[in-house]
């Protein structure tokens, strides 16, 4: 099934809607990044790779708008651990910051 990511700046937060549901990753800026807060997949979205589908979303956004991300969700922090193409974005995986 093929999804739609929507970036719903307004509300500082990133989207996909199914059947009436609302998957979101929730997220605040700083200064040269983004902080990806909170991942929230309703029970009836999940094991369609929603959640994985965001995660790739957000931090493709990221690298495109060369933006840093810190990854405070536990869920974007595996999915970047799991995804070596990120872990240069990631404030938590760069090896210049003590």
């Given at each position: 099934m093929?999804?739609?990511l929507?970036?719903?700046?307004?509300?500082n937060q990133?989207?996909?809607?199914?059947?009436?549901?609302?998957?979101?990753?929730?997220?605040e800026r700083?200064?040269?990044?983004?902080?990806?807060?909170?991942?929230e997949?309703p029970?009836?979205?999940?094991?369609q790779?929603?959640?994985?589908?965001?995660a790739?979303?957000?931090?493709n956004?990221?690298k495109t708008?060369?933006l840093?991300?810190k990854?405070?969700c536990?869920?974007?922090?595996?999915?970047?651990d799991?995804?070596?193409?990120?872990?240069?974005?990631?404030?938590?995986?760069n090896?210049n910051?003590?």
């Amino acid at each position: 099934m093929e999804h739609t990511l929507i970036h719903n700046a307004e509300e500082n937060q990133f989207e996909v809607h199914l059947n009436g549901s609302k998957a979101l990753a929730t997220y605040e800026r700083f200064e040269g990044g983004i902080s990806i807060n909170h991942t929230e997949v309703p029970k009836e979205m999940s094991g369609q790779g929603v959640g994985s589908f965001i995660a790739k979303g957000v931090l493709n956004y990221a690298k495109t708008h060369q933006l840093k991300v810190k990854p405070v969700c536990s869920f974007i922090s595996s999915y970047i651990d799991r995804h070596p193409e990120f872990q240069e974005i990631s404030v938590f995986h760069n090896k210049n910051i003590h």
